[in-house]
């Protein structure tokens, strides 16, 4: 491990009292991008997402993102607020994650987020910070959920 600074990091600050959220990958949801990519050159993306106002009180079941992967080298998450369940490839049944929760997902593993609480609210990670999404037909282990 190097003590050099990285010319292509800089210094970054996201400010709460600052925040704004925008639309993003899923419609349910809105996106608070924290500055990672531009401060790391593109090496890393992180936002803080959670549940529109408009989608509040909506049926959970219907917050469903549909069997996705993501093209990246890295992703986790932390809930921050409320809980949040999915089910993934190479993992039995539903798993719930609630505030505190930590999740690595590995590169490109199928997934799909099936409901959330109108609360939840998530730190995500991710590298790179541009990557591709692509959606899958289905996720191994799961077919009968994902039909």
């Known amino acids: 491990?190097?003590?050099?600074?990285?010319?292509?990091?800089?210094?970054?600050?996201?400010?709460?009292?600052?925040?704004?959220?925008?639309?993003?990958?899923?419609?349910?949801m809105e996106y608070r991008d924290l500055g990672l990519a531009d401060?790391?050159?593109?090496?890393?993306?992180?936002?803080?997402?959670?549940?529109?106002?408009?989608?509040?009180?909506?049926?959970?079941?219907?917050?469903?993102?549909?069997?996705?992967?993501?093209?990246?080298?890295?992703?986790?998450?932390?809930?921050?607020?409320?809980?949040?369940?999915?089910?993934?490839?190479?993992?039995?049944g539903e798993l719930t994650f609630r505030a505190g929760d930590c999740v690595h997902a590995p590169a490109a593993i199928r997934h799909n987020e099936i409901a959330c609480s109108d609360d939840f609210e998530a730190l995500e990670v991710l590298s790179p910070a541009i990557h591709e999404t692509r959606t899958v037909e289905s996720i191994p282990g799961h077919e009968e959920a994902t039909a």
């Open 1 to 28: 491990m190097s003590n050099k600074p990285d010319p292509e990091q800089k210094f970054s600050v996201s400010y709460a009292k600052d925040a704004v959220y925008k639309p993003g990958l899923r419609e349910f």
């Open 39 to 92: 401060a790391t050159s593109g090496k890393v993306h992180a936002h803080i997402i959670r549940v529109k106002d408009t989608h509040k009180g909506t049926d959970h079941d219907m917050h469903t993102t549909g069997p996705h992967q993501h093209m990246v080298d890295l992703q986790f998450y932390i809930v921050l607020k409320g809980w949040i369940k999915f089910i993934y490839e190479g993992q039995e």
